[in-house]
């Protein structure tokens, strides 16, 4: 065999460990690749809210310290009756409303809670550091908020409106629109942004937010701190 054959043979022998060296590498970096494009997805959703939650402060400001009114049922064009077109000149960009981790709800990603709507939030909320003013949600297909967290089915989209399954002013359980718009818990599992009305942003894990036992009146309870 002649010089050159050979020095030919042990190039591609080579250049077949390097190809391998490569793929190696490559299996490796994919996993860091896709975590940081998730927690990148992640902070972004957490700019949108904090910009949400500015706006609202903003409205706020200029209406006599009352929270926007989620829903306006008075208005006759359907797409006008939403927080979002009265908000929008705080907020601007429409992109603001879209989390990046949840394409499936087109603009619908995040809703106001529902029991803060229209009220004044200094004669609502005694402690605005706990208590949640928006935040990610969605809907749930019919009887899910029935079932434990981890067994909830999602519906075809999210709503504008951040509810719970129980009353904000009582223990009651109901069964209102209400129930099925919860945090959204399938995004970024297992976290969930949401935004306090006192303006500041938690990322938790979802059953934390969710609350556990709900329990009205519990200081520890994010959804009305009585």
Not at 40 to 59: E, I, R, V
Not at 135 to 143: H, V
Request: proline fraction near 5%.
């Amino acid at each position: 065999m002649s010089r050159a054959i050979r020095i030919v043979q042990f190039t591609l022998i080579e250049l077949m460990i390097i190809i391998a060296v490569i793929l190696i590498l490559a299996s490796l970096l994919m996993p860091m690749l896709s975590e940081s494009r998730i927690k990148a997805k992640l902070t972004a959703c957490q700019g949108n809210l904090k910009a949400l939650g500015a706006a609202a402060g903003s409205y706020q400001n200029d209406n006599g310290g009352c929270v926007v009114v989620g829903w306006d049922a008075t208005v006759a064009d359907a797409a006008a009756r939403t927080q979002w077109p009265k908000l929008k000149r705080y907020y601007g960009d429409d992109r603001t409303l879209m989390c990046p981790s949840n394409p499936l709800d087109k603009l619908e990603c995040y809703g106001l809670f529902a029991a803060l709507s229209g009220r004044k939030l200094a004669d609502t909320v005694p402690n605005p550091a706990g208590t949640v003013l928006m935040g990610e949600n969605t809907q749930l297909d019919y009887e899910s908020y029935t079932r434990p967290i981890e067994e909830w089915e999602r519906a075809s989209s999210g709503h504008w409106e951040l509810g719970y399954a129980t009353s904000f002013t009582n223990n009651d359980y109901t069964t209102q629109w209400t129930a099925r718009r919860p945090i959204n818990p399938f995004v970024h599992r297992p976290l969930v942004n949401l935004i306090f009305c006192d303006g500041h942003l938690e990322s938790m894990h979802y059953v934390q937010a969710w609350g556990g036992p709900y329990k009205y009146g519990d200081p520890g309870n994010i959804w009305d701190n009585k």
